[in-house]
């Protein structure tokens, strides 16, 4: 390639904020629930970038096209790889695509192809553009990319009410929040120099088993359980916990792993994969990321209920990690059930791909 700027390169970060910022010169865009991805185009040549500088083009060669086909000759683009089921995105299909079989892979992007959406400008033919202000580079950007079935360019705004009404209403099509970018806002690979909004809410779960802290005998998530007619379905984990929260937290679970196999809901899955249509996530399924990742799990009696803060589902389950927060020695288990969640009013993406 012959590019002024060559892949790897690290994206531009956002910090989390609790509430929409205002101000002057700031922009606002729908936060895109997908894979981050920095597409390097020099003609025939395509690399699609990831967020940990793995090249995700082998698993989108439907991509690939697509953007031979949108973007100019020689460029650089920041944006996000998305699946659409329906009216909203679909990340559990999206997390289907990283396989290693070329046949699958191939399977897949037929079936359920990608779609990359733009929102940043990063070079341009000979010109890089990360010195550049943001929003000379998101003009220059909606001016050379045309947007097709299969590449869009992000919606933009510098209202604050339309930003917060996105908020609101685009979770219902599956996006994440909504991202400020100052006007004058330089890019900065792998730096926190944006702010991001999202959707915060808490819930309560039974504690069902944990997982041991890759540095040693101490806890490294809780795994999270939520009743569903009479059956206990793992939602995903709490984790996050200072060293020494983790340390004591051996403890005060202890009394439930006594005999806590006998019985458990869970016991015919620690050797698991996941099914078919990946809604029953198992404790003990092969990482898709990572194959080598320990993911096996000490059972504990299904008696412990815990106060999470989460961000949002995906089908039945955490999209993220959970927080803990904490116990709810009140609550009996078997009132820990899916009817507790917020589900989000519909909201057809389609109207946020043409905004």
């Given at each position: 390639?012959?590019?002024p700027?060559?892949p790897?390169?690290?994206?531009m970060?956002?910090?989390?904020?609790?509430?929409?910022?205002?101000?002057?010169?700031?922009?606002?865009?729908?936060?895109?629930?997908g894979?981050?991805?920095?597409?390097?185009?020099?003609?025939d040549?395509v690399?699609l970038g990831s967020r940990?500088?793995?090249?995700?083009?082998?698993?989108?060669?439907?991509?690939?096209a697509?953007?031979?086909?949108?973007?100019?000759?020689?460029?650089?683009?920041?944006?996000?790889?998305?699946?659409?089921?329906?009216?909203?995105?679909?990340?559990?299909?999206?997390?289907q695509?990283?396989?290693?079989?070329?046949?699958?892979?191939?399977?897949?992007?037929?079936?359920?192809?990608?779609?990359?959406?733009?929102?940043?400008?990063?070079?341009?033919?000979?010109?890089?553009?990360?010195?550049?202000?943001?929003?000379?580079?998101q003009?220059?950007?909606?001016?050379?990319?045309?947007s097709?079935?299969s590449?869009?360019?992000?919606s933009?705004?510098?209202?604050a009410?339309t930003?917060?009404?996105?908020f609101?209403?685009?979770?219902?099509?599956?996006?994440?929040?909504?991202v400020?970018?100052?006007?004058d806002?330089?890019y900065g690979?792998?730096?926190?120099?944006?702010?991001?909004?999202?959707?915060?809410?808490?819930?309560d779960c039974?504690?069902?088993?944990?997982?041991?802290?890759?540095?040693?005998p101490?806890?490294?998530?809780?795994?999270?359980?939520?009743?569903?007619?009479?059956?206990?379905?793992?939602?995903?984990?709490?984790?996050?916990?200072?060293?020494t929260?983790?340390?004591?937290l051996?403890?005060?679970?202890?009394?439930?792993?006594?005999?806590?196999?006998?019985?458990?809901p869970?016991?015919?899955?620690?050797?698991?994969?996941?099914?078919?249509?990946?809604?029953?996530?198992m404790?003990?399924?092969?990482?898709?990321w990572?194959a080598?990742?320990?993911?096996?799990?000490?059972?504990?009696?299904?008696?412990?209920?815990?106060?999470i803060k989460y961000?949002q589902?995906?089908?039945?389950?955490?999209?993220?990690?959970?927080?803990?927060?904490r116990?709810?020695?009140?609550?009996?288990?078997?009132?820990?059930?899916y009817?507790q969640?917020?589900?989000?009013v519909?909201?057809?993406?389609a109207?946020?791909?043409?905004g």
């Amino acid at each position: 390639m012959n590019l002024p700027l060559l892949p790897p390169v690290k994206p531009m970060l956002a910090k989390a904020a609790t509430k929409l910022p205002t101000g002057e010169g700031l922009f606002y865009e729908p936060k895109w629930d997908g894979f981050r991805c920095i597409v390097f185009r020099d003609g025939d040549e395509v690399e699609l970038g990831s967020r940990n500088e793995r090249p995700l083009t082998r698993y989108f060669p439907e991509v690939v096209a697509a953007v031979k086909a949108a973007l100019p000759e020689r460029c650089v683009v920041d944006g996000e790889i998305v699946i659409q089921n329906g009216d909203r995105l679909d990340f559990e299909a999206l997390l289907q695509r990283i396989h290693p079989a070329e046949s699958r892979v191939n399977l897949l992007a037929e079936n359920t192809p990608g779609t990359f959406v733009a929102f940043d400008l990063l070079a341009l033919g000979d010109e890089s553009f990360l010195e550049t202000p943001f929003g000379e580079r998101q003009a220059l950007l909606r001016r050379v990319v045309g947007s097709t079935q299969s590449v869009h360019v992000t919606s933009i705004t510098q209202d604050a009410a339309t930003a917060q009404r996105w908020f609101e209403e685009f979770e219902g099509a599956g996006l994440d929040g909504v991202v400020a970018k100052a006007a004058d806002l330089p890019y900065g690979p792998d730096q926190r120099l944006m702010t991001k909004v999202k959707h915060v809410r808490t819930a309560d779960c039974v504690v069902a088993g944990f997982r041991w802290h890759k540095s040693g005998p101490i806890v490294g998530s809780l795994l999270l359980g939520l009743y569903d007619g009479g059956r206990l379905q793992h939602i995903g984990v709490a984790a996050s916990f200072p060293m020494t929260r983790r340390a004591e937290l051996v403890e005060e679970l202890a009394p439930y792993r006594e005999n806590a196999l006998d019985d458990h809901p869970w016991k015919d899955w620690a050797n698991a994969q996941t099914n078919g249509n990946g809604e029953d996530r198992m404790p003990g399924a092969v990482s898709r990321w990572n194959a080598k990742k320990d993911l096996s799990w000490v059972p504990l009696r299904p008696e412990l209920v815990v106060e999470i803060k989460y961000d949002q589902l995906e089908g039945r389950r955490l999209r993220h990690t959970g927080q803990f927060l904490r116990w709810r020695t009140d609550r009996e288990p078997l009132s820990c059930t899916y009817d507790q969640l917020d589900i989000p009013v519909k909201y057809d993406l389609a109207e946020v791909l043409d905004g």
